[in-house]
């Protein structure tokens, strides 16, 4: 009884008749009574009748006397004079006499709860609040088992891709994207679910209707005590709107360099019609000497095919992006954009200098996106140098690169950047040119295409010297 008299849980111990024989020091000081005011006394004369009559003790305590049968628990509230009620655990359990296994005690045990009833209520809380987030935010979220199925689907998801959570429920998460993204998601999952390491991609998504979407997603890992993951969960954000935008601020950016270049192309035009024309009149004259007839028509067909090539680049640079899908050879979209503005550099008395290595690896991507890159850059140089310089512009494989790089460099000898200003070219709407002669959009709009493409854009400038601009783009490998 020694031990029992100093455990820290509550103990009594009653007869047949459910009287207390025996009461531990924990009861006592918990219930704020002496020995004498438990010992001998039944239950009704200890706990408050509303506590009997909710855990049925008195029922439960001759059950066990008459069966010889222990009661595994339950949970009962008491409060002492005095002090805040507190949730208890208890048990009964049969102490019988060794020779023929008559019941002749019941122990009852109770152990404090409270702070582990209130630590699960506050868990409970917790995990309601978190669910609620979940629920509430605007992105979507999901998370995954390791096999990636979808375990919880929010109400974002809902919305974004039409799909209820019962309609994706241990569906594989992998089915919902597009048939090119799809090994690329499941590599990742793999990937996640071995290192544990986030893992981000832009991805096309299948929704219930309507048109894919564009959806950017971040996965983490949910990881147990013992460091093995467990779960994944995925936050995703669309860019579908954000990427429509985008392109229509590319183009507009772009046919507000048409209009810059129209004086140029009118002019590249013009040479060939003249030499139609007056190719023409000769035939009107002299048409009747064989020699004459020949020579005419071989100029006008020259002249029509140049102007029919003009024509072309013009209208393939003006076009909308069809995606980043083509196989692009750097150096011909170098000489298409410069094309367009050869006579209009010519009459600056800006000299080009072209250093194009041959033999450079395609890129996979857009050549109207690039070729607006690369006349943005030629754009401002031209605009840097007004009283005419030098444009070098060489391609080259990427030096010190052990993946397969392409590298485009672009350097006039114009006015030149301040240093202030190097840090914010590529911001959007910041332009030093004068109102009304630049939006500020050129050089952003390039870095984003540089960006969507894997690259690099970069800028290096000495004032009154001039300006180059490094752009770097990943090649296709010849195995490829």
């Not at 979808?150 to 209820?164: I, S, Y």
């Not at 999952?189 to 950017?216: C, F, H, N, Y």
């Not at 005419?296 to 095919?305: G, L, N, P, V």
Request: with cysteine; glycine share 10%; proline share 5%.
């Amino acid at each position: 009884m020694d031990v029992l008299a100093h455990i820290p849980s509550s103990i009594l111990i009653l007869d047949s008749s459910l009287r207390v024989v025996f009461v531990n020091r924990n009861f006592l000081v918990k219930s704020r009574k002496e020995e004498g005011e438990v010992l001998g006394k039944r239950l009704t004369d200890i706990f408050p009748p509303v506590i009997l009559l909710y855990t049925d003790l008195e029922e439960r305590l001759r059950k066990v006397c008459q069966t010889g049968q222990p009661f595994d628990g339950g949970e009962m509230e008491y409060r002492a004079p005095g002090l805040a009620g507190r949730v208890y655990f208890y048990s009964l359990t049969p102490l019988k006499d060794e020779p023929d296994g008559r019941v002749e005690n019941v122990m009852l045990f109770l152990d404090d709860v409270t702070e582990k009833k209130r630590l699960g209520e506050r868990v409970r809380e917790v995990e309601r609040h978190l669910a609620s987030v979940v629920e509430s935010a605007n992105d979507p979220i999901v998370s995954l088992d390791a096999a990636g199925a979808v375990m919880t689907w929010n109400g974002a998801a809902e919305r974004t891709l039409g799909f209820r959570p019962r309609e994706v429920a241990e569906r594989q998460f992998a089915d919902l994207f597009s048939e090119t993204d799809r090994p690329h998601l499941q590599a990742l999952l793999v990937q996640l679910a071995r290192e544990g390491k986030v893992q981000e991609m832009d991805a096309g998504m299948t929704a219930k209707s309507g048109p894919e979407r564009l959806i950017s997603w971040r996965f983490s890992a949910m990881r147990e005590e013992g460091g093995r993951v467990v779960a994944l969960v995925g936050v995703g954000r669309d860019l579908t709107e954000k990427r429509q935008l985008e392109l229509q601020l590319i183009q507009s950016a772009k046919m507000a360099a048409l209009g810059e270049m129209a004086g140029g192309i009118a002019h590249e035009l013009r040479n060939p019609l003249a030499i139609t024309s007056s190719a023409a009149q000769i035939l009107l004259k002299n048409g009747d000497d064989p020699g004459t007839r020949q020579e005419c028509a071989e100029k006008i067909h020259t002249a029509a095919s140049r102007a029919a090539a003009i024509i072309e680049n013009l209208l393939r640079f003006a076009r909308p992006s069809e995606g980043l899908v083509e196989r692009v050879d750097v150096n011909g979209t170098v000489e298409d954009t410069l094309s367009l503005i050869d006579h209009q550099i010519s009459l600056q008395s800006i000299e080009i200098d072209k250093r194009l290595a041959p033999g450079l690896p395609r890129v996979k991507g857009s050549k109207n996106q690039l070729q607006q890159v690369f006349m943005n850059i030629i754009l401002n140089g031209y605009h840097a140098m007004p009283e005419g310089g030098l444009f070098t512009i060489q391609t080259r494989r990427a030096p010190g690169d052990h993946k397969v790089a392409i590298e485009a460099q672009f350097a006039d000898t114009g006015r030149g950047i301040p240093e202030e200003h190097l840090s914010r070219i590529f911001q959007p709407f910041f332009t030093t040119m004068p109102v009304g002669k630049g939006t500020g959009l050129g050089l952003s709009i390039a870095y984003g295409i540089v960006q969507q493409h894997g690259g690099t854009i970069r800028v290096e400038s000495d004032v009154g010297k001039g300006s180059t601009f490094t752009i770097t783009l990943p090649g296709e490998r010849p195995d490829a």
